[in-house]
């Protein structure tokens, strides 16, 4: 079987990740890929797994990328892969448009993954159409039979994103040598009550709520401090100053500690007591969450969205009241003299080998051979 893969590009980020590790766990049991995409940093991996990776400008929002409609149809031509799976809307577009100029008897089999809560309109309802569509929670589910009622809800698979437990797991600890490091480069987090917002620097991400949660446990004595681990991409530079600024008029800034992009995740979270999800917006799964649960570090997250089903799942005391800084306070208040331990071992559908599994399923589903 042959799988050809559509995305913008290969840098870091959360779709290029399940790519990646679609491309591993598929490689491994027998399935080519092709990833089509603009490039990127994570090109040496996707091809490290024995995929292929072809570049092609297939991902800007530009009425030029429709140029590569046609050079998208003559590669699928060429290729004659099973599957066509696409990740992004402007690819979807280039894929469904090109699968409409090859015959119908060449035509790949179309399976769209819907790995984000995208703005509702016809540009997004690309993503709704297909063979089968992935939804990567029951919440993203849901999200796609209210909006996009035309979509048959036999086509829908729920396929959760997954965490590869040999490396997640709660007998993981960072070497001596990692933490010497670790406090010799923040020196500040020595003591104290670590709390970890992880994910790219974005209002999605909710950092803004840090500034009264470490008010109000400061205020009772707990040594709290925040460490936001994540990018700042160009562009975004002037809302992380103006986060600062909110911190700074909290009278927390010397409480927070930024330290960007960190390939050594795992480390981190293991570094840290607890890890939160402050998101206003429900998040279609939440991928970091899932790896500190699995971790065996508590999480304390808002009550929506994958990171409500997996907190319902692994740790429901965690849950709080979406937006409710107050209780979400008070919650970790408590967990700094009783820390809660989540369920262990990690469950189906959130292992690797489950989301490979059922991805080759669907895969056969459609082009049994």
Known sequence: MKVMHLLPSLSSGGVEQVVLELCDGLCAAGVENIVVSAGGSMVPAIEATGARHITRPIGKKSLLTLLQVGRTASLIRAEKPDILHLHSRVPAWVGHLAVRRIPKNERPAIVSSFHGFHS??????????????????????????????????????????????????????????????WYTDYPELQGKYTLCLPGRITRLKGAPHLGPILQQLRSKGIPAHAVIVGETKKGKEAYR???????????????????????DLADVLCACDVTL?????????????????????????????????????????????????????????????????????????????????????????????
């Open 120 to 181: 509702v309109n016809a540009y997004s309802g690309i993503m709704a159409k297909g063979d089968r569509i992935i939804a990567v929670s029951r919440c993203m589910r849901e999200h796609i039979l209210e909006n996009y009622p035309a979509t048959p809800d036999s086509s829908i698979v729920v396929i959760p994103n997954s965490v590869d437990t040999e490396r997640f797991n709660p007998e993981y600890s960072p070497t001596a040598q990692w933490l010497e490091k």
């Open 241 to 263: 100053d103006e986060v600062q600024a909110g911190f700074a008029a909290a009278g927390v800034a010397e409480h927070v500690t930024w330290t960007g992009h960190r390939r």
């Open 277 to 369: 999800s402050l998101t206003l917006q429900p998040e279609s799964f939440g991928k970091t969450t899932l790896e500190a649960l699995s971790l065996g570090r508590p999480v304390a997250g808002y009550e929506h969205g994958g990171v409500g089903e997996q907190l319902e799942l692994f740790l429901p005391a965690g849950k709080v009241p979406t937006g409710d800084t107050t209780a979400m306070a008070t919650l970790l208040e408590q967990w700094h003299t009783d820390r809660p331990v989540p369920l262990s071992p990690v469950p189906a559908p959130y292992r690797r080998a489950d989301m490979i599994q059922t991805h080759i399923d669907l895969y056969q589903s459609l082009s049994p051979r």
